[in-house]
């Protein structure tokens, strides 16, 4: 066994529920913290396993998240509100992927856990000013989600630095596969195109579609957050996990057309996303040096999981798209 018991926050959503699932048997057990503000238990109702422990809490709340904390041994802290939920309500974003980071690494310090594993985004960049970006390229975020997931691993390196804490920081590029979010103002691009063409509704493009993003598959994403979990000679790092390929949103649209079997599906513009980043496009050499980080699936063997995924869901694709808004940056 790798973990004894393993806290995961926001372990009921997207990307943490993967990585629950790979996590489950490698641990004696694994906790999970989630308030279920975006995520749903139903992420992990398939797992039947009584290893694992879902604790419906906020982690802003200090008691309850020291008790959680004082019985896990490593932490992989998840649990944030996203971009698209920033523009709108920008100090409670602040407030729970800032603050409630800084509370939990507080606590995780007093009570000695082993290592604390910040999950951050490549959103702490901002538009690339040279690509492939490296972990030192600067971060100037665009937006309050960026910014507060910036102070967030700041606030984890620098417990590192004055307190010789066990902290690690991985950064995600964007990631998409089954459990992503087609729906509110969590919905990202990947669902909220392919639901479209499965409902012959044209996909939706934020301003002139040249933007591009490095996509990596939700498991291969969750694997490398895993092995910062347990890898030796990371303490202290930050580590970009990207799968190294740009794709302009137009070149996506095109892709998601064909996998989905409309190759002529429609696309319309609109206007651009306020704080919009306009190139990501990651070097994940650190990860595979360091975390042995491989990306497994590629972008069109993924679209093409994502599709069956849909198609095994109960809800069917016009059910799912009425849960999705087109500009979804506003306050519902
Ligand atoms: N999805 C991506 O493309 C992507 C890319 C880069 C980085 N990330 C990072 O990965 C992590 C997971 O993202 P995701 O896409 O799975 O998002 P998600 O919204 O699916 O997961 C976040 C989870 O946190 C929970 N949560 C939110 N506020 C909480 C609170 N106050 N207390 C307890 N739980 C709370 C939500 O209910 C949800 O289950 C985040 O830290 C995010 O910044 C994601």
Redesign the pocket.
């Known amino acids: 066994m790798q973990f004894k018991n393993p806290l995961v926050?926001?372990?009921?959503?997207?990307?943490?529920s993967s990585l629950v699932r790979q996590l489950i048997n490698l641990s004696k057990s694994v906790t999970v913290?989630?308030?279920?503000?975006?995520?749903?238990i139903s992420n992990l109702t398939d797992i039947s396993d009584n290893k694992l422990n879902i604790v419906q809490?906020?982690?802003?709340n200090e008691l309850p998240m020291r008790e959680l904390i004082r019985d896990s041994d490593v932490i992989f802290?998840?649990?944030?509100?996203?971009v698209r939920h920033s523009i709108h309500s920008p100090i409670e974003n602040n407030d729970?992927?800032a603050n409630?980071t800084l509370q939990m690494l507080k606590i995780s310090k007093e009570e000695k856990i082993d290592r604390f594993v910040q999950?951050?985004?490549?959103?702490v960049y901002g538009t690339a000013t040279k690509v492939p970006m490296k972990e030192n390229a600067p971060t100037l975020p665009h937006t309050i989600?960026g910014s507060s997931?910036l102070a967030a691993e700041s606030h984890a390196l620098s417990f590192f630095r004055t307190y010789n804490f066990p902290s690690v920081v991985i950064?995600?590029?964007?990631?998409?596969g089954p459990r992503?979010?087609h729906e509110g103002d969590?919905g990202?691009v990947i669902p909220k195109f392919m639901l479209r063409v499965l409902n012959k509704q044209p996909m939706l493009i934020f301003g002139n579609g040249q933007q591009t993003r490095d996509f990596s598959y939700v498991d291969d994403?969750a694997r490398a957050i895993l092995n910062a979990g347990f890898v030796s000679g990371i303490i202290g790092k930050t580590i970009n996990v990207g799968a190294g390929k740009e794709i302009t949103i137009n070149q996506l649209a095109k892709l998601i057309a064909d996998v989905a079997g409309y190759p002529n599906a429609l696309t319309e513009h609109t206007e651009s996303r306020p704080g919009d980043v306009l190139r990501l496009y990651a070097d994940s050499s650190m990860a595979s040096d360091l975390l042995n980080f491989k990306p497994q699936t590629d972008l069109i063997s993924g679209l093409k999981k994502l599709l069956n995924w849909y198609k095994e869901k109960k809800l069917s694709p016009g059910e799912l798209l009425k849960e999705e808004k087109s500009l979804n940056w506003f306050p519902n």
């Open positions: 926050t926001g372990g009921c959503g997207f990307i943490g913290v989630d308030n279920l503000s975006t995520g749903h809490e906020d982690i802003r802290h998840l649990a944030c509100l996203g729970v992927n409630a999950v951050s985004t490549s959103e989600y997931k950064r995600p590029f964007n990631s998409y992503c979010h969590s990202e994403t």
